[in-house]
């Protein structure tokens, strides 16, 4: 029996499975409540998998070599989220430039929000420049981190939690702004919770959710190419 619980704390098979099955019960949990705002699939599946791992005793430093079959998919389904943008191609048509214009706005306001907001309430230029790439797809946001000078796993902890928060009330704040627009909304959740909440866009329609997979990339590009600079200016203030 000993040999049998070993087995399942560290063999990849049982953690992936174990992942899988979580994702799963949050799928359920979301389709069952109608999709309730704290039904997010990632959300539940990271709480349970959360419990699991201490009540088995399990390291995330076991888990994560363990589920790396997980996160090499992730990249290939992350390209996959072009095909419902073709599909969608046409509708591009009267918001491009806005669009362009958009994007690269919010990720400088989200750049200097989060730096600014860390200076004000105390923390150094280190925690700043951690948080400033929050808003980039994970990925993206720890490179970013580790060039810039700041705690890369910290980075990629607030991307997670600045996704998962924008999925769970997104939506309902672009609701009472009475922004109904699928393309608006798909753009806004795309820039501010990146590939969860074009999980989430995606759950609500396929236009919605193109446009978010399109502005997920963009603001990932937008925030490369500006975090560098409004670093320089930030810390000459």
Known sequence: MS???????????????????????GCEARDRSGGHALA????????????????????????????????????????????PLHRQFARLRGVLLPMLVAVPVGA???????????????????????????????????????????????????????????????PVVLTIARIRDPRARGLALGATSHGIGTSRALAES???????GLSMGLTALATSLLLPVLLVMLRQL
Not at 67 to 75: M, R, S, V
Not at 146 to 153: D, F, L, M, T, W
Not at 206 to 212: N, P, Y
């Open 40 to 83: 997010q699939p990632v959300l539940v599946a990271i709480v349970l998998i959360g419990v699991v791992l201490w009540a088995a005793d399990i390291d995330y430093s076991t888990y994560r070599p363990g589920t790396e079959l997980i996160a090499f998919w992730l990249g290939p389904a992350t390209v996959a989220l072009a095909i």
């Open 108 to 170: 400088a306001t989200s750049i200097l929000t989060a730096y600014a907001l860390v200076r004000l309430l105390g923390g150094d230029d280190l925690l700043a420049t951690t948080m400033a790439p929050k808003a980039a797809t994970t990925p993206v946001s720890i490179a970013l981190s580790e060039v810039a000078g700041g705690i890369p796993p910290l980075t990629a902890v607030l991307a997670i939690a600045v996704g998962i928060l924008g999925a769970v009330i997104g």
């Open 3 to 25: 040999e049998t619980l070993e087995w399942m704390r560290t063999s990849p098979v049982a953690l992936v499975a174990l992942t899988l099955l979580a994702y799963r019960i």
């Open 206 to 212: 396929e236009e919605e959710g193109a446009f978010a």
